[in-house]
C-alpha cells in the first residue's frame, strides 16, 4: 500500500477486521515493526480523535512521530500553482511538500474540503500533491472528499455489536449550524457498500452476509454515487429508520450533484425543517433497539439530544476507540511493504 484514500486501498476487509481484533487483544505485538520509522502528521484543521489516536497508532508500532499544525507556526503555504505570490502567504507547498517528506517515511494529512470550488475539492488536489511531490507513502486523516479511518474504525465497531441477523444500517443526515464537508458520509457509505459486496459475516451466527445499508436525507442532500452506489435511498427518515440496527448519524453540507449543483456546500433548509432531523427519542423509538454512532465532535441538541447519546446503546465512545484500532491496521500495511 503506497496510498490510503479509498476502502480498496485496505483490500480484504474480513482480513482486516481479523488483524484489528488482533491488534484489540495485543495492541503492542508488533511494537518492532516501526523502529527507527518516522510518521509525520500534517493538520491544515483542527482535530482530536484523529491526532491522538494516530499517534498513539504509531507508538504501538515502536515509531516515532512529529506532527505539524501548519496553521500554527509553520509558514502559511500556497496551494494554487501559477499564482504570483506577493501576498500574506510565504512558502508554496510544492517546496513545502517534498521538505516534509525528507524528514520521515510515512505522511498522515488532514486537508478539509474548502467547499467553495466542487472540482478542486473532489480532484482531492491537496492528497494528490502529496502523493506526487512527498517520494511517501501517504494516507488521508480526512482530506476533502473522505475520512478512511473513521469508516475503518466504524466497521470495526459495527463488527462487535453483531445482531442476530443481517444488521440494518442508517446513516442519516442531521442538522448542524455550520457547512460541513461530506467526507465522513461518503466514506461511511462506500465502507458498508463494499462490506456488503464483500459479503462479511455480520450477524452472530456467521451465516447472514453483509449488510442491509440505507441512507435517509432531506432533498438536496444527495451524496456523489461514485461512493453511494449500491446503497438504498430513503427520503422518509421514518421509513428508513424502521428496524434499523445501528443508527448513524451526520451532518454534510449539500453535494452539489445534478441541479444543486451550484448549491455546493450550502446549508438547503431553514432553521424549522432542518431541526425536524435530530435524531432523539421519538426517532430511536422507530428502530430495532438501534445503536447509536457518531464519528464525534458532535452538537448535543442539534445532531442528537442528550438522552439518545447518553443511552446504553450509544456506542460513541468505543467507536472513537476503535480509532487507535483502524490507524494501527493501516501504518502496519505501509510498514510491512517498506
Ligand atoms: C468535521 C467534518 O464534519 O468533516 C470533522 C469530523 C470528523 N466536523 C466538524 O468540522 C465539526
Ligand atoms: N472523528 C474525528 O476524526 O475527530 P477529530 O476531528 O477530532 O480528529
Not at 461511511?188 to 435517509?216: H, S
Request: one cysteine or more.
Amino acid at each position: 500500500m503506497k496510498s490510503f484514500l479509498n476502502v480498496q486501498d485496505l483490500g480484504d476487509l474480513k482480513a482486516a477486521l481479523a488483524e484489528a481484533a488482533e491488534l484489540k487483544a495485543n495492541r503492542f505485538k508488533y511494537d518492532t515493526l516501526g523502529k527507527n520509522k518516522t510518521l509525520l502528521m500534517v493538520f491544515f484543521n483542527n482535530s482530536l480523535r484523529t491526532r491522538l489516536s494516530t499517534q498513539k497508532a504509531a507508538m504501538n508500532l515502536g515509531m516515532n512521530v512529529i506532527v505539524l499544525d501548519v496553521n500554527a507556526g509553520a509558514w502559511k503555504l500556497e496551494t494554487e500553482r501559477g499564482v504570483v505570490m506577493d501576498g500574506d502567504k510565504s512558502e508554496h507547498l510544492l517546496e513545502a511538500i517534498p521538505v516534509m517528506g525528507s524528514y520521515c517515511d510515512i505522511v498522515g494529512i488532514r486537508s478539509f474540503a474548502g467547499l467553495s470550488d466542487r472540482d478542486y475539492d473532489y480532484a482531492e488536489t491537496v492528497y494528490h500533491q502529496f502523493e506526487k511531490y512527498s517520494g511517501k507513502p501517504v494516507f488521508a486523516m480526512e482530506t476533502a472528499t473522505v475520512h478512511p479511518l473513521q469508516a475503518f474504525a466504524d466497521l470495526i465497531t459495527i463488527a462487535e455489536h453483531k445482531r442476530p441477523h443481517r444488521p440494518k444500517v442508517v446513516l442519516t443526515w442531521a442538522p448542524h449550524p455550520k457547512s460541513l464537508p461530506q467526507a465522513v458520509p461518503n466514506s461511511f457509505a462506500q465502507w458498508m457498500v463494499e462490506a456488503d459486496r464483500q459479503g462479511l459475516p455480520l450477524a452472530l451466527d456467521g451465516a447472514e452476509q453483509g449488510i442491509d445499508f440505507v441512507i435517509t436525507h432531506p432533498e438536496g442532500y444527495e451524496l456523489d454515487p461514485a461512493f453511494t452506489r449500491g446503497a438504498r435511498i430513503e427520503y422518509d427518515q421514518q421509513k428508513a429508520f424502521e428496524g434499523a440496527d445501528f443508527v448513524y448519524a451526520k451532518n454534510w453540507s449539500c453535494p452539489g450533484i445534478g441541479r444543486y449543483a451550484k448549491d455546493y456546500g450550502r446549508i438547503l433548509h431553514d432553521y424549522h425543517t432542518m431541526m425536524q432531523w435530530t435524531v432523539d427519542a421519538r426517532h430511536m423509538a422507530w428502530t430495532n433497539d438501534a445503536h447509536f454512532m457518531h464519528c464525534l465532535p458532535v452538537r448535543r441538541g442539534m445532531i442528537v439530544t442528550d438522552d439518545v447519546i447518553e443511552s446504553p446503546t450509544s456506542l460513541v465512545i468505543p467507536e472513537a476507540a476503535n480509532r487507535e484500532l483502524s490507524a494501527t491496521v493501516v501504518l502496519k500495511h505501509f510498514l510491512q511493504e517498506m
